[in-house]
Protein backbone atom coordinates (compact mmCIF):
# COMPACT_ATOMS: atom_id res chain seq x y z
CA UNK A 1 0.00 0.00 0.00
CA UNK A 2 0.82 3.30 -0.26
CA UNK A 3 -0.26 6.85 0.52
CA UNK A 4 -0.26 9.72 -0.93
CA UNK A 5 -0.92 13.84 0.39
CA UNK A 6 -0.36 16.62 -2.13
CA UNK A 7 0.62 20.10 -1.06
CA UNK A 8 1.18 23.22 -2.88
CA UNK A 9 -2.24 24.75 -4.56
CA UNK A 10 -3.19 28.02 -4.21
CA UNK A 11 -5.04 30.87 -6.20
CA UNK A 12 -2.72 32.75 -8.22
CA UNK A 13 -2.81 34.88 -11.64
CA UNK A 14 -3.09 33.87 -15.46
CA UNK A 15 0.73 33.27 -16.76
CA UNK A 16 1.77 32.67 -13.00
CA UNK A 17 3.38 30.04 -11.43
CA UNK A 18 2.78 27.38 -8.43
CA UNK A 19 4.94 24.35 -7.51
CA UNK A 20 2.80 21.22 -6.53
CA UNK A 21 4.38 18.76 -4.09
CA UNK A 22 3.41 14.76 -3.61
CA UNK A 23 5.02 12.66 -0.78
CA UNK A 24 4.52 9.54 -0.65
CA UNK A 25 4.81 6.82 1.90
CA UNK A 26 4.50 2.94 2.08
CA UNK A 27 5.85 0.40 -0.08
CA UNK A 28 7.36 3.25 -2.33
CA UNK A 29 10.27 0.38 -3.77
CA UNK A 30 7.09 -0.98 -5.43
CA UNK A 31 6.17 2.25 -7.73
CA UNK A 32 6.69 2.58 -11.29
CA UNK A 33 5.28 5.69 -11.62
CA UNK A 34 4.11 8.59 -10.33
CA UNK A 35 1.32 11.01 -12.75
CA UNK A 36 -0.54 14.21 -11.94
CA UNK A 37 -4.35 14.24 -13.41
CA UNK A 38 -6.78 17.22 -12.75
CA UNK A 39 -10.50 17.46 -12.45
CA UNK A 40 -12.56 20.75 -12.90
CA UNK A 41 -16.06 21.04 -12.19
CA UNK A 42 -17.83 19.33 -14.34
CA UNK A 43 -16.14 17.98 -16.16
CA UNK A 44 -13.65 14.17 -16.05
CA UNK A 45 -10.17 13.43 -14.63
CA UNK A 46 -7.95 14.51 -17.37
CA UNK A 47 -4.31 13.85 -17.47
CA UNK A 48 -1.38 15.78 -17.14
CA UNK A 49 1.53 14.35 -16.65
CA UNK A 50 3.28 11.15 -15.90
CA UNK A 51 6.93 10.02 -14.98
CA UNK A 52 8.77 6.79 -14.83
CA UNK A 53 9.34 6.20 -11.03
CA UNK A 54 13.24 4.60 -12.15
CA UNK A 55 14.08 6.37 -15.47
CA UNK A 56 12.33 9.73 -15.12
CA UNK A 57 10.59 9.29 -18.30
CA UNK A 58 8.34 11.94 -18.34
CA UNK A 59 5.07 12.06 -20.62
CA UNK A 60 2.63 15.06 -20.98
CA UNK A 61 -0.28 15.85 -23.30
CA UNK A 62 -0.36 18.58 -25.33
CA UNK A 63 -2.63 20.94 -23.36
CA UNK A 64 0.35 21.61 -20.67
CA UNK A 65 3.38 20.34 -22.64
CA UNK A 66 6.02 23.12 -22.54
CA UNK A 67 4.49 24.81 -19.69
CA UNK A 68 4.41 21.83 -16.79
CA UNK A 69 7.34 20.27 -15.87
CA UNK A 70 6.78 16.96 -13.55
CA UNK A 71 10.02 15.26 -11.54
CA UNK A 72 10.77 12.91 -8.88
CA UNK A 73 13.19 12.32 -6.03
CA UNK A 74 13.35 8.98 -5.52
CA UNK A 75 15.65 9.41 -2.44
CA UNK A 76 12.96 11.40 -0.48
CA UNK A 77 9.97 9.77 -2.27
CA UNK A 78 8.42 13.11 -3.63
CA UNK A 79 6.71 14.00 -6.78
CA UNK A 80 6.66 17.59 -8.18
CA UNK A 81 4.34 19.53 -10.66
CA UNK A 82 5.86 22.62 -11.80
CA UNK A 83 3.31 24.94 -13.56
CA UNK A 84 4.31 28.11 -15.37
CA UNK A 85 2.43 30.08 -17.63
CA UNK A 86 -0.95 29.23 -15.74
CA UNK A 87 -4.06 29.61 -17.54
CA UNK A 88 -7.48 29.90 -16.21
CA UNK A 89 -8.79 27.15 -17.87
CA UNK A 90 -6.07 24.93 -15.43
CA UNK A 91 -8.53 25.60 -12.54
CA UNK A 92 -8.94 22.80 -11.23
CA UNK A 93 -8.26 20.22 -8.41
CA UNK A 94 -5.43 18.42 -8.77
CA UNK A 95 -4.68 14.76 -7.90
CA UNK A 96 -1.09 12.82 -7.48
CA UNK A 97 -1.15 9.29 -8.61
CA UNK A 98 1.11 6.30 -8.27
CA UNK A 99 1.11 3.10 -9.56
CA UNK A 100 3.47 -0.52 -9.34
CA UNK A 101 2.12 -2.23 -11.97
CA UNK A 102 3.55 -0.85 -15.43
CA UNK A 103 3.17 -0.07 -18.06
CA UNK A 104 3.15 3.59 -17.73
CA UNK A 105 -0.72 4.88 -18.24
CA UNK A 106 -2.24 8.36 -18.94
CA UNK A 107 -5.56 6.81 -18.16
CA UNK A 108 -6.88 7.33 -14.41
CA UNK A 109 -7.79 3.43 -14.49
CA UNK A 110 -3.87 2.79 -14.58
CA UNK A 111 -3.10 4.23 -11.03
CA UNK A 112 -3.74 2.05 -8.34
CA UNK A 113 -2.93 4.51 -5.16
CA UNK A 114 -4.33 8.58 -5.30
CA UNK A 115 -4.18 11.71 -2.92
CA UNK A 116 -6.77 13.63 -1.53
CA UNK A 117 -6.07 16.70 -3.93
CA UNK A 118 -5.40 20.15 -3.81
CA UNK A 119 -6.99 22.86 -5.36
CA UNK A 120 -5.22 24.99 -8.05
CA UNK A 121 -7.50 28.53 -8.95
CA UNK A 122 -5.89 30.57 -11.67
CA UNK A 123 -7.78 34.22 -11.74
CA UNK A 124 -7.84 35.95 -15.18
Known amino acids: QVHLVESGGDLVQAGGSLRLSCAASGRTESLTAMGWFRQAPGKEREFVAT????????YYPDSVKGRFAISRDNAKNMGYLQMNSLKPEDTAVYYC?????????????????WGQGTQVTVSS
Open 51 to 58: IFWRSGNT
Open 97 to 113: AADYRGPVSTAPTGYAY
